[in-house]
């Protein structure tokens, strides 16, 4: 029998490991993908990198883009500061076409490799206000996946997994704790330092402590 293949977009954040050991559980072979896109820091993607090693992918590919060059982000405008106080919203951490991008580049791997799945780490609970994280969103993704492609065409459609979406927090901790998951080599802060270590005042970070104690668990996070 071939090989049961996915395509997981991996941030190094909480949720994208989660979502790794999740379809690592389901019993596919997994394939990640990281981008460089002028974010902030680079914390992350080493972070991902560390995460992939962990769960023991296949393939792990970093992609670069300059969406600093169409800014209009916190995360990828420097003069733009990062919040440290809940917002009503949708918040300047929102980084346009972000996840369009992402999903894009990631259905064009997935077609090169044979997979049928990809993988996201969007949740509709502890969205943030971005409206790229919404269940419409993906399914409106995935029919144009299958419009838009070759294999879609000739039957052998995509499915945009989402399976994060439902989850609080605390929840997605508790499942990916369960699966194994070492959530002390991630990053999720929005603004780290080089050493990777958090913040603890943006939305990002508040969302991960929050999680944790919710769970009754230690929060590994190493902060600054």
Not at 1 to 29: C, F, I, N, P, Q
Request: charged residues 20%; aromatic residues 8%; proline residues 3%.
């Amino acid at each position: 029998m071939s090989e049961k293949k996915a395509v997981v977009l991996l941030s190094g954040g909480l949720d994208s490991a989660t979502v790794v050991a999740m379809a690592r559980a389901e019993g596919y072979v997994c394939y990640t993908m990281s981008f460089d896109y002028g974010q902030r820091h680079r914390a992350e993607l080493q972070a991902a990198e560390r995460v992939a090693r962990q769960l023991g992918v296949v393939e792990h590919k970093v992609i670069g883009m300059n969406l600093n060059g169409i800014g209009g982000s916190a995360l990828t405008d420097t003069t733009i500061a990062v919040p440290e106080a809940a917002v009503e919203g949708i918040p300047v951490t929102y980084v346009p076409a972000r996840n369009t991008l992402f999903l894009s580049l990631a259905l064009g791997w997935a077609e090169v490799l044979g997979a049928r799945d990809i993988f996201i780490g969007v949740n509709a609970v502890d969205y943030s206000g971005y409206p790229d994280c919404r269940p419409e969103f993906i399914a409106a993704f995935e029919r144009l996946a299958n419009l838009a492609t070759k294999a879609g065409v000739e039957g052998q459609g995509f499915r945009i997994r989402a399976p994060l979406q439902s989850l609080s927090k605390a929840e997605i901790v508790l499942a990916g704790t369960r699966l194994g998951v070492d959530y002390g080599t991630t990053v999720s802060c929005y603004q780290a330092d080089d050493d990777g270590r958090a913040c603890g005042k943006c939305d990002s970070c508040r969302l991960r402590a929050a999680g944790f104690a919710d769970a009754g668990l230690a929060d590994p996070t190493r902060y600054a």
